[in-house]
T-cell receptor, first 112, second 114 residues
Framework: SQQGEEDPQALSIQEGENATMNCSYK?????LQWYRQNSGRGLVHLIL?????REKHSGRLRVTLDTSKKSSSLLITASRAADTASYFCATPPGGGSYIPTFGRGTSLIVHP | DTGVSQNPRHKITKRGQNVTFRCDPISEHNRLYWYRQTLGQGPEFLTYFQNEAQLEKSRLLSDRFSAERPKGSFSTLEIQRTEQGDSAMYLC????????????FGQGTRLTVV
């Protein structure tokens, strides 16, 4: 079963705008990761946030984590056409496993 | 190139045939994962190795699927008696372990069963 679910499923914005996507998960976690996948290719790790962290930044990326609501958000600021991709959150499935388990992803299209 | 390498990149096979995919992880990564991904879906976990030991297998992995990592380095995923429903992207990832859960993915092998 899937641990994380991203929302929205699809997002279409103009270049320069900010993009926000959310992830909700079911069981307690010790970390949450975000990945990007360009069309038909492998996934690239973007950022990891630990359960004792509330916010983390990496370049134009900002990730928040609310363990009380079992949710995370990924904000991409000043988006570029090259940010067009699918974005996935990954969490351990619970039960002591640390295998990254993915949701269905958010498909982001940034129009130039 | 020191990333995760998967071969072949594409495979077209007739229903009923056996196929084998190879994954070369990043050197010294002791964890290796196999995932399957279909269009519009996220990667679904198939199996996990720590060194040469296969520690977890998904219920998605039917008895037609088998994976090995004989020397704790490269891994193979074999699908016997392929079915059209096996058509998907098969992704391999590796992780250094030792407290790190970040996974590094290969480009995948796209399987088409006709």
């Amino acid at each position: 079963s899937q641990q994380g679910e991203e929302d929205p499923q699809a997002l279409s914005i103009q270049e320069g705008e900010n993009a926000t996507m959310n992830c909700s998960y079911k069981t307690s976690i010790n970390n949450l990761q975000w990945y990007r996948q360009n069309s038909g290719r492998g996934l690239v790790h973007l950022i990891l946030i630990r359960s004792n962290e509330r916010e983390k930044h990496s370049g134009r990326l900002r990730v928040t984590l609310d363990t009380s609501k079992k949710s995370s958000s990924l904000l991409i600021t000043a988006s570029r056409a090259a940010d067009t991709a699918s974005y996935f959150c990954a969490t351990p499935p619970g039960g002591g496993s640390y295998i990254p388990t993915f949701g269905r992803g958010t498909s982001l299209i940034v129009h130039p | 190139d020191t990333g995760v390498s998967q071969n072949p990149r594409h495979k077209i096979t007739k229903r009923g045939q056996n196929v084998t995919f190879r994954c070369d992880p990043i050197s010294e990564h002791n964890r290796l994962y196999w995932y399957r991904q279909t269009l519009g879906q996220g990667p679904e976990f198939l199996t996990y190795f720590q060194n040469e030991a296969q520690l977890e297998k998904s219920r998605l992995l039917s008895d037609r699927f088998s994976a090995e990592r004989p020397k704790g380095s490269f891994s193979t995923l074999e699908i016997q008696r392929t079915e059209q429903g096996d058509s998907a992207m098969y992704l391999c990832a590796s992780s250094p372990g030792r407290g790190s859960t970040e996974a590094f993915f290969g480009q995948g092998t796209r399987l088409t069963v006709v």
